[in-house]
């Protein structure tokens, strides 16, 4: 996935109301960029950071810019948890992720479950229905581990719930973590910081729900899936 335009260099001064960030461009001037982000970003904020922003010409926008990625330790990391299917259902397309591969039909946003809708379902004549939740994943607490989550999230645990009962009724379920950061290897569940999420995960595999890892280069052109765990 390829940004539409080219990412703008700045230094961030403070994330507040979850959405919002206030950077300063290399000219001097301050900006408020907006956040698509709704996780804690523990240890992706910290003031002086130097982040990229995508600037937007659209003038029914509120705000002119959006925060993209952040620079951790020498890695860029993609924070904007909206572009995710996008990233994810492009490398479907292209064959890069193997273990979602061979089906003919790509939907998003599909209801399912109680009152949900799947990221996407996956359809092939002669085979079930493959339902995929997309998680993104910026936390790293060690050194080449990549952890989710980074806070508590009631509406990921629901999900497992429900990814667990479309298999009990004959589909396939995946739930697939994008891992958008360039300085990690391996993947774990961060059971410290929400211990329900995470029986919740052990209770949806053991149901059958598949997990997978993918991992993304992050780069200022663009964030693009290389390869599975």
């Known amino acids: 996935m390829l940004f539409p335009s080219p990412l703008v260099p700045a230094r961030l001064v ?3 109301k979850r959405f919002l960030a206030d950077c300063r461009l290399d000219d001097g001037e301050e900006v408020t960029a907006h956040v698509a982000n709704s996780g804690s970003m523990l240890g992706l904020a910290t003031p002086g950071s130097r982040v990229y922003l995508a600037p937007s010409s659209d003038p029914k926008r509120k705000l002119a810019w959006s925060w993209q990625l952040v620079e951790v330790d020498g890695a860029l990391v993609g924070i904007d948890t909206g572009l995710s299917n996008r990233i994810v259902a492009e490398a479907i397309a292209g064959g890069r992720i193997r273990a979602l591969a061979g089906y003919d039909r790509l939907r998003r946003e599909v209801p399912y479950g109680e009152r949900s809708r799947v990221d996407m379902l996956l359809e092939g004549d002669g085979r079930p229905p493959c339902y995929v939740e997309v998680k ?9 581990l990549a952890e989710f989550p980074d806070a508590v999230t009631a509406r990921g645990a629901k999900h497992l719930a429900e990814l667990a009962a479309v298999v009990r009724g004959g589909a396939r379920a995946v739930l697939l973590y994008l891992v958008q950061r360039g300085d990690c290897h391996s993947f774990e569940l961060a059971a410290d910081i929400d211990p329900t999420y995470a ?3 052990g209770a949806a595999r053991a149901a059958g729900v598949e997990r997978l890892v993918v ?10 899936i290389r390869s599975d765990f």
């Open 14 to 16: 403070r994330r507040y």
């Open 136 to 144: 993104s994943v910026t936390l790293s607490r060690r050194p080449g």
């Open 199 to 201: 029986a919740a995960a």
């Open 215 to 224: 991992h993304a280069d992050v780069m200022p052109a663009g964030i693009e």
